[in-house]
């Protein structure tokens, strides 16, 4: 196997692209930028704590309301199958802070999936 140049030293090496020290540093690099993605995508913390305050709100909700959906794109209507709903999407930049949330039946809030409140259902 012909020898190729370690790509951050210049060192012969026959490993494809780095010799072993620079190998092996890539590698644990490799790894701790992995660990980092892991640790900021799943935010187990944030997670939770979104589960904690969506209860919050469903239990609020029912205290007042009783198991009543207020309707989106349709009239007001009891609702055994309640769900918490964003505002805001998350993906239009929405947050999980109990302001941008609101309680719709399971129907509604998939009618409504990520359109802009104001829409109009045909
Ligand atoms: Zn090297
Ligand atoms: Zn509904």
Redesign the pocket.
Known sequence: MPKRP??????L?TNPS??????S?YMAQRQRQRDAVRGSASQRGYDSKYRRIRAQVLKAHRATNGEWCEGWGVPAHASADLTVDHITPLAAGGTNRRENLRVLCRSCNSRRGSKPDGFTVL
């Open positions: 370690c790509l951050r030293c210049g060192r090496t780095r010799c072993d020290y620079h190998q540093e």
